[in-house]
């Protein structure tokens, strides 16, 4: 079984500043790591995903996530937020080993002000 | 395209009513997914179809019903839901060629169930 730890419920910033929202996952098994925004009234979107390669993974928006094995993390950061950031953030796993069942954290809400 | 279409946007209903939930994607996915999340939560896993065929049925309670009529079309029949029903209901959907494969789910925008 997995689980996903997302510590902070909430985490307020001043636009232009550097955010960095945290994950950390338990798991027995090997694991994709992938990390949704959730903007209000609205459905998850991608943001980006691990699969393998390369531990620094890029995706939309300007954002960016670091897989560490070793401390079982994959924190999500953007060098410079936006009002339109504002979301909530929601980091999954899902096994290797297939199965196609995410397992989501409690997410972490971004807020951005000016 | 990653676009998965659901509709109603909202939908308000009585506990005796019947209603469905419609979900289509053209993107020739061969897995789909209903999920049910409640505000401030994750969303929480009630189905998934592969191939067409239900193979995880989340111990969701009967009154919900979950039909895949083809490849690109996945429903969720409502009948004699309770108050506690109501919660943003998002589809998915992956490729999935087998449930072996693990691969990338792609959301809908929701429908948002109010249950009176």
């Known amino acids: 079984a997995q689980s996903v730890t997302q510590l902070d419920s909430q985490v307020p910033v001043f636009e232009e500043a550097p955010v960095e929202l945290r994950c950390n996952y338990s798991?027995?098994?090997?694991?994709?790591l992938f990390w949704y925004v959730q903007y209000p009234n609205q459905g998850l979107q991608l943001l980006l995903k691990y699969l393998s390669g390369s531990t620094l993974v890029k995706g939309i928006n300007g954002f960016e996530a670091e897989f560490n094995k070793s401390q079982t993390s994959f924190h999500l950061r953007k060098p410079s937020v936006h009002i339109s950031d504002t979301a909530e953030y929601f980091c999954?796993?899902?096994?290797?080993?297939?199965?196609?069942?995410?397992?989501f954290g409690t997410g972490t809400q971004l807020k951005v002000e000016l | 395209d990653t676009e998965v279409t659901q509709t109603p946007k909202h939908l308000v209903m009585g506990m005796t009513n019947k209603k469905s939930l419609k979900c289509e994607q053209h993107?020739?996915?061969?897995?789909m997914y209903w999920y049910k999340q409640k505000a401030k939560k994750p969303p929480e896993l009630m189905f998934v179809y592969s191939y067409e065929k239900l193979s995880i049925n989340e111990s969701v309670p009967s009154r919900f019903s979950p039909e895949c009529p083809n490849s690109s079309l996945l429903n969720l029949h409502l009948h004699a839901l309770q108050p506690e029903d109501s919660a943003l209901y998002l589809c998915?959907?992956?490729?999935?060629?087998?449930?072996?494969?693990?691969?990338?789910?792609?959301f809908g925008p929701g429908t948002r169930l109010t249950v009176l």
């Open positions: 993107m020739g996915h061969r897995a």
């Open positions: 999954a796993v899902s096994p290797t080993g297939g199965g196609n069942k995410l397992t």
């Open positions: 998915a959907s992956s490729q999935a060629a087998t449930l072996a494969d693990t691969d990338t789910q792609y």
């Open positions: 798991s027995s098994v090997s694991v994709y």
